[in-house]
C-alpha cells in the first residue's frame, strides 16, 4: 500500500525555518521524481520544488534561495528545507511522488507564519 506521510510543519515567526520530511512506503521512491505543492487559503495549489530521481532540482522563482529540496532513498525521505519564511509562506505543504502518469500525494502538513 502506498503511503506519504508529511511532517515537521507548524507554527514560525517570520524569518525562522522548518525542514518539512515526506517518508514514503509502498514503491520504490528511488524510481520517482518528488516533490512539495502548497495550497494557502483561498489559493490555488500551487508547485513549490521537485528533485527528480537523478537528483536533479527546480524550484519556483519565490523560493530560489530560501527553500532546498533533498532527498534520502535509503530512508525513503524527501525533505524540503525552509528558510527566511514569510507570511505569504502560510500554506498546507503537500509531498507528492511521479513516475510517467501516475502521482501519490501526501495527506499535508500545515506551515504558518506569524508573528
Known amino acids: 500500500q502506498v503511503s506519504l506521510v508529511e511532517s515537521g510543519g507548524g507554527p514560525v515567526q517570520p524569518g525562522g525555518s522548518l525542514r518539512l520530511s515526506c517518508v514514503t512506503s509502498g514503491f520504490t521512491m528511488e524510481d520517482y521524481a518528488m516533490g512539495w505543492f502548497r495550497q494557502g487559503g483561498d489559493k490555488e495549489r500551487e508547485s513549490v520544488a521537485c528533485i527528480n530521481s537523478d537528483g536533479s532540482t527546480a524550484s519556483k522563482d519565490f523560493v530560489k534561495g530560501r527553500f532546498i529540496i533533498s532527498r534520502d532513498n535509503a530512508k525513503n525521505t524527501v525533505y524540503l528545507q525552509m528558510n527566511s519564511l514569510k507570511p505569504e509562506d502560510t500554506a498546507v505543504y503537500y509531498c507528492?511522488?511521479?513516475?510517467?502518469?501516475?502521482?501519490?500525494w501526501g495527506q499535508g502538513t500545515q506551515v504558518t507564519v506569524s508573528s
Open positions: 507528492y511522488a511521479r513516475i510517467v502518469f501516475i502521482t501519490y
